[in-house]
Every structure is written in structure tokens, then in C-alpha cells.
């Protein structure tokens, strides 16, 4: 040991053996790091097909209540209901 405390590699085996725990160090960090970024990935792809998911199911519900509702009966609500939506924004125009 030195004057203050650390202690110096002397030997060629010495210097050889802590690079090889710095490769391994910086090997398992690289391994950890891959297995983070694909879980990353992962999640943002989720979150836009729950986003998308969240989407349709608005539009369907919108399409519903437009289905199940009896003002088509009325002549005066046609040029209401044909400007409404027409579907999502994802995806083809539905009817």
C-alpha cells in the first residue's frame, strides 16, 4: 500500500486480473443494458396499440349510440347525422 491507502498493482498478473473484472463488469453492464432498452421498447409499443385500442373503442361506442338512436326517423335529422364522424383517425373511413 501506498501513503494513502490504495494499493498498487505491482505484477503483470495483477494488472491482467483487474481488466479482466473491468471486461466483465462492462460486459454484464452492456447484457443489462440491452435487457432495459428492450423492455423499453416493449412498453412503448403497448402504450400505442393501448392508445389505438382506446380509440376504436370510442368509435364503436359512437357508432352505437348513432345505431341504436331513432331520430333516422325524423327527415330534419339526416344532414345532422351524416356530417358526423366517420371513423377513426387510424384507419379507413367506416360507415
Known amino acids: 500500500m501506498d501513503t494513502v491507502g490504495v494499493k498498487v498493482l505491482e505484477t503483470a498478473e ?4 483487474r481488466r479482466q473484472q473491468v471486461l466483465d463488469r462492462y460486459r454484464r ?3 443489462l443494458s440491452m435487457v432495459r432498452r428492450q423492455k423499453l421498447e416493449d412498453s412503448y ?3 400505442f396499440f393501448r392508445r389505438d385500442a382506446d380509440e376504436l373503442e ?4 359512437e357508432k352505437l349510440q348513432i345505431a341504436s338512436d331513432e331520430n333516422y ?3 330534419s335529422n ?3 347525422l351524416s356530417t358526423g364522424r366517420t371513423g377513426p383517425a387510424w384507419g379507413p373511413s367506416r360507415c
Open 14 to 17: 495483477d494488472i491482467q486480473e
Open 29 to 31: 453492464f452492456k447484457e
Open 45 to 47: 409499443r403497448f402504450q
Open 58 to 61: 370510442k368509435w364503436i361506442q
Open 73 to 75: 326517423k325524423d327527415p
Open 78 to 80: 339526416l344532414q345532422v
